[in-house]
């Protein structure tokens, strides 16, 4: 079982950039896939970034170039850096966490676990 807390959102102008961060408790945060997916209002779920166990990268095409997701695993801690914003990423972030074999239910926002999410706002 793993527990997720979130923090660094804001509201920020175009252009601009936020780091947002998650402290993983629970099991080996090492063991599992770990990502972020956003959800805007009356929006769907999309999956922002994900990194797996062996530090394996994938990004929403989208959003390639401008995000950048991280790990420091002495620190038990996951980050999303967020360069350029525009006001489509204004959504709450949630990071999330699965077995390491399903990183793609973190992708398609439906992951085993997920923290509160923390709201970001660019206008």
């Known amino acids: 079982h793993v527990q997720l807390v979130e923090s660094g959102g804001g509201s920020v102008q175009p252009g601009g950039s936020l780091r947002l961060s998650c402290v993983v408790s629970?099991?080996?945060?090492?063991?599992?896939?770990m990502g972020w997916f956003r959800q805007a209002p009356g929006q769907l779920r999309e999956g922002v970034a994900v990194?797996?166990?062996?530090?394996?990268?994938a990004y929403a095409d989208s959003l390639k170039g401008r995000f950048t997701i991280s790990a420091d695993n002495a620190k038990n801690t996951l980050y999303l850096q967020m360069n350029n914003l525009k006001p489509e990423d204004t959504a709450m972030y949630y990071c999330?966490?699965?077995?390491?074999?399903?990183?793609?239910?973190?992708?398609?926002?439906?992951?085993?676990?997920w923290g509160q999410g923390t709201q970001v706002t660019v206008s």
């Open positions: 999330a966490a699965d077995v390491r074999s399903s990183c793609r239910n973190i992708v398609v926002g439906s992951p085993n676990w």
């Open positions: 629970g099991d080996t945060a090492s063991t599992y896939c």
């Open positions: 990194i797996d166990s062996d530090g394996d990268i």
